[in-house]
């Protein structure tokens, strides 16, 4: 059994894949509650298949790009699990994850932009059911576009990116696909944060002469 979980956005997913067919899945949307949102979602989808972690196979993971303290949260659970279990981890950008729903509604080219805070977007860019360009961090009015554009990045900025289409946040049943079918890139359960967290150590303190 596969594993899957997201919370590289305000949205936490989690399902449960077996040889291919989803099991069980939960979804989230209280923002800020990834530590207190997410274990029960593990606990739930595994209650719902009449599973116990020593069932599970492997764990797939968005990386982000995503808020520093999310992020944190799935691939600390991620890893933790993984050791425990003796089982692997296989990271995918969760920008891939948003993508392939548009690579599966029959888009050809378009853009993922998820919601980065400070008035900006992580952005990346698909063709030909593959990624492109990206992902990074961009000012949204400065990577305008007429292509379809999934990702919670559309309807927070309908000027810049006036095509919505598609799911605002990653889903955990398309990251398992994603990881079981080899669709996009598989990654080390490493962070993408492509910024520096909010919160840093102060430096050293000034000498009042």
Do not use: W
């Not at 995503?66 to 691939?75: D, K, N």
């Amino acid at each position: 059994m596969l594993l899957a979980f997201d919370t590289a956005t305000a949205h936490v997913t989690v399902a449960l894949n077996d040889r291919g067919s989803v099991v069980a899945s939960f979804e989230s949307g209280e923002p800020m509650r990834h530590g207190e949102m997410l274990a029960p979602g593990i606990q739930r989808v595994l209650a719902e298949a009449g599973a116990t972690a020593k069932d599970l196979t492997g764990i797939a993971v968005g990386v982000g790009p995503g808020p520093f303290t999310g992020l944190r949260v799935g691939l600390v659970t991620a890893r933790t699990l993984a050791l425990v279990r003796g089982i692997p981890v296989h990271g995918v950008c969760s920008l891939d994850i948003l993508a392939a729903a548009g690579v599966d509604a029959g888009l050809e080219e378009f853009v993922v932009a998820t919601d980065a805070r400070r008035k900006e977007v992580y952005l990346a860019s698909y063709a030909g059911g593959r990624r492109v360009s990206g992902p990074e961090v961009v000012k949204p009015f400065d990577e305008r576009t007429e292509l379809p554009v999934l990702g919670r990045g559309a309807v927070l900025y309908p000027q810049a990116f006036p095509n919505a289409a598609g799911p605002e946040h990653p889903s955990a049943v398309a990251l398992a696909d994603v990881v079981l079918n080899e669709r996009f890139e598989i990654l080390a359960s490493d962070p993408l944060y492509l910024r520096r967290p909010d919160a840093v150590e102060p430096g050293k303190p000034k000498r009042v002469s």
